[in-house]
């Protein structure tokens, strides 16, 4: 079946600008990631969305940045007033989900944003 | 939180040689520990993964051990090929929860 996919896979914007950033997940995966890896970089957690619990937030970076998931399917990220240190490729991805459980996470394919 | 630790950072082998690299956590509710395969431009692949009641699991060519008492685990590579050069992440996880990522490590395999 399909993967996840996001939109756009690139992005250049000036900075100052806001960006949203778009994820769909894997048809019936309840949790879904965001993530940024930076060139040359690990991945750094952003956000993780569950159901309808409370969004685990803890990785936000600053409160330019936020992300919403309507009816627990797609998910956007959307960065104000970006700066120049926001470039970076952001990763999303999902899951299916268990309390206890553990379950692959798959990637998307990433969108490349570049702010200048 | 979470903090994985990656080394090295860089590794370069022959050939048909083994590879092996290590990562340590400091959760020790973490549970559940992936790694992933990333070639240049694309996303990261899952290549294999271990829960924390198990101290070791194999697929083939590639393994993974977990050490628990000494919070750290590695993946160990062998007969290595020129395909098997990409970067490669672990990450340490509490079940569904998010993944804490190590640095990276970029696997050169020399034909």
């Known amino acids: 079946g399909a993967g996840v996919s996001q939109s756009p896979s690139n992005k250049v914007t000036e900075k100052g600008k806001d960006v949203e950033l778009r994820c769909d997940p894997i048809?019936?995966?309840?949790?879904l990631y965001w993530y940024r890896q930076s060139l040359g970089q690990g991945l750094e957690f952003l956000i993780y969305?569950?159901?309808?619990?409370?969004?685990?937030k803890s990785g936000l970076p600053s409160d330019r940045f936020s992300a919403e998931r309507t009816g627990g399917s797609v998910s956007t990220l959307t960065i104000q007033r970006t700066q120049q240190e926001d470039s970076a490729v952001y990763l999303c991805?999902?899951?299916?989900?268990?309390?206890?459980?553990?379950?692959?996470?798959?990637f998307g394919p990433g969108t490349r944003l570049t702010v200048t | 939180g979470e903090n994985v630790e990656q080394h090295p950072s860089t590794l370069s082998v022959q050939e048909g040689d083994s590879a092996v690299i290590k990562c340590t956590y400091s959760?020790?509710?973490?549970?559940?520990f992936p790694w992933y395969k990333q070639e240049l431009g694309k996303r990261p692949q899952l290549i294999i993964d271990?829960?924390?009641?198990?101290g070791e699991k194999k697929d083939q060519r590639i393994a993974v051990t977990l050490n628990k008492t000494a919070k750290h685990f590695s993946l160990h590579i062998t007969e290595t090929q020129p395909e098997d050069s990409a970067v490669y992440f672990c990450?340490?996880?509490?079940?569904?929860?998010?993944?804490?990522f190590g640095d990276g490590t970029t696997l050169t395999v020399k034909p």
């Open positions: 991805a999902s899951s299916l989900w268990g309390r206890t459980s553990t379950y692959e996470q798959y």
């Open positions: 048809s019936g995966h309840t949790a």
């Open positions: 959760d020790s509710a973490s549970n559940y």
């Open positions: 969305f569950q159901g309808n619990s409370a969004p685990d």
């Open positions: 990450a340490a996880r509490v079940n569904a929860g998010k993944s804490t």
């Open positions: 271990i829960r924390s009641n198990v």
